[in-house]
């Protein structure tokens, strides 16, 4: 029973949340007393594709298309289905991110597959028996799923497991063609538009995030997020209401309805905590709230929490910050 990995790269790197699914495809091969590969989408870098042997993955398969630099939806469920079939693989494991939640629906219709996502542990695999773990009611639980199919596809939830780092071990980057024609590319991208780090962090593959709402009163104020978020070296993202009124633009909505973000750091500032958002960052490690209301239902969901006035608490925060280096 072979395992595909499925590799999502940005401007020539992996992301953050493809190196926590490639560990967690090796460790399922494992599992299955065989070895993992991998089949990259997005734009690669082979050097960093060779890297992914750190992760336990043992060959790569990379197209070179330069049309699939950015996400299309049909050329990548057909790229992952080519690979699929040539490597015979039974298990395919990808990230249940904004690409993998879209893919994996169509891909487990092309391949007849049976399809489990927002997982987050390792699947129990007794004889003929094989479940997976997965988050349901916007992380409030869990259910156990049974997976019947052939083939088997899960879509890891991000942060469910870390990374593995095995230095030194590389893998085997092989040039590979999903004979894509013209037609697969049919809904491709007019423009492209990414909320980002100072440094070109995609938003949700951010390893922090500083995040603002209604508290801040209005976009005159953002100054304040802005200038902790390069303190940090973080992302800046806002509330659903936020982008509505203009104050921000809508790639930085953060919720139910907008990015769903699993940083390390995630800190909501003047931010309520509706439901709606919560389900957009409960897959962050560590949660600070700082709101002046002590009732806010985001203090339920925190680690940590400061109850004060935003515009006293994050000058200073900022410059503690800056004070460490």
Not at 114 to 136: C, D, H, M, Q, Y
Not at 139 to 151: D, N, Q
Not at 304 to 324: H, N, Q, S, W
Request: with cysteine; glycine share 8%; charged share 20%.
């Amino acid at each position: 029973m072979s395992v595909l990995v499925v590799i999502e790269c940005d401007h020539g790197d992996v992301k953050k949340s493809s190196l926590e699914v490639a560990t967690y495809g090796a460790k399922v091969a494992a599992q299955l007393g065989t070895t993992a590969t991998a089949v990259a989408v997005g734009e690669a870098s082979a050097a960093n594709l060779a890297k992914l042997g750190e992760q336990g993955i043992s060959k790569v398969l990379h197209d070179a298309d330069s049309r699939l630099k950015h996400f299309v939806n049909l050329a990548y469920v057909k790229l992952i289905a080519a690979a699929a079939r040539q490597e015979s693989a039974q298990v395919i494991v990808l990230a249940n991110s904004n690409i993998g939640a879209t893919v994996g629906s169509r891909l487990a219709v092309r391949l007849s597959a049976s399809l489990a996502t927002n997982v987050v542990e390792l699947p129990t695999i007794s004889g003929g028996a094989f479940s997976v773990k997965r988050g349901v009611y916007s992380g409030k639980a869990f259910a156990e799923v049974s997976l019947t199919g052939e083939r088997k596809i899960i879509a890891v939830k991000k942060n469910s497991l870390e990374a593995e780092t095995a230095a030194g071990k590389t893998a085997e980057v092989v040039s590979f063609s999903a004979s894509l024609s013209d037609a697969d590319f049919a809904d491709a991208p007019k423009e492209v538009k990414m909320a980002s780090t100072e440094g070109g962090t995609l938003l949700p593959e951010a390893d922090k995030v500083v995040s603002g709402g209604r508290g801040m009163k209005g976009p005159e104020n953002w100054h304040l997020i802005e200038d902790l978020a390069k303190a940090l070296g973080a992302a800046t993202a806002c509330s659903k209401p936020v982008s509505d009124v203009d104050w921000r633009p809508h790639h930085e909505h953060v919720g139910q309805t907008g990015i769903t973000v699993s940083p390390n750091l995630y800190i909501a500032c003047g931010i309520s905590g509706a439901i709606q958002h919560l389900a957009g960052v409960n897959s962050s490690k560590v949660i600070v709230v700082i709101n002046k209301d002590p009732e806010a239902p985001f203090f339920k969901a925190a680690d940590y929490g400061i109850v004060g006035d935003v515009f006293e608490i994050l000058p200073k925060l900022t410059a503690a910050v800056k004070a460490l280096g």
